[in-house]
């Protein structure tokens, strides 16, 4: 629930910055996207918050592998 903007217009800054301040080794962090039953909700935050939290993880030695199987099968 940390991605969540209650109430408020999602802003990727406010998101990216909540979870890197949250995440901690073994997380998996899933962002969401926007309401499921709106195939015109506004998703660029989503996009843009990722953007955003990688390298800040990154900087703090997080490292990024995919969850299950080999991430070049299709």
Same mark, same amino acid.
């Given at each position: 629930?940390? #991605?969540?903007?209650?109430? !408020? =217009?999602?802003? %990727?800054?406010? /998101?990216?910055?909540?979870?890197?301040?949250?995440?901690?080794? $073994?997380?998996?962090?899933?962002?969401?996207?926007?309401?499921?039953? #709106?195939?015109?909700?506004? !998703? =660029?935050?989503? %996009?843009?918050? /990722?953007?955003?939290?990688?390298?800040?993880?990154?900087?703090? $030695?997080?490292?990024?592998?995919?969850?299950?199987?080999?991430?070049?099968?299709?």
């Amino acid at each position: 629930m940390w #991605d969540w903007d209650w109430w !408020r =217009r999602p802003r %990727a800054d406010r /998101v990216a910055r909540r979870l890197a301040g949250k995440a901690s080794a $073994g997380d998996i962090i899933v962002i969401h996207d926007g309401h499921h039953r #709106d195939p015109h909700a506004d !998703r =660029r935050h989503a %996009a843009e918050a /990722v953007r955003q939290l990688v390298p800040i993880l990154r900087a703090r $030695g997080f490292a990024f592998d995919a969850l299950c199987g080999d991430a070049d099968e299709p």
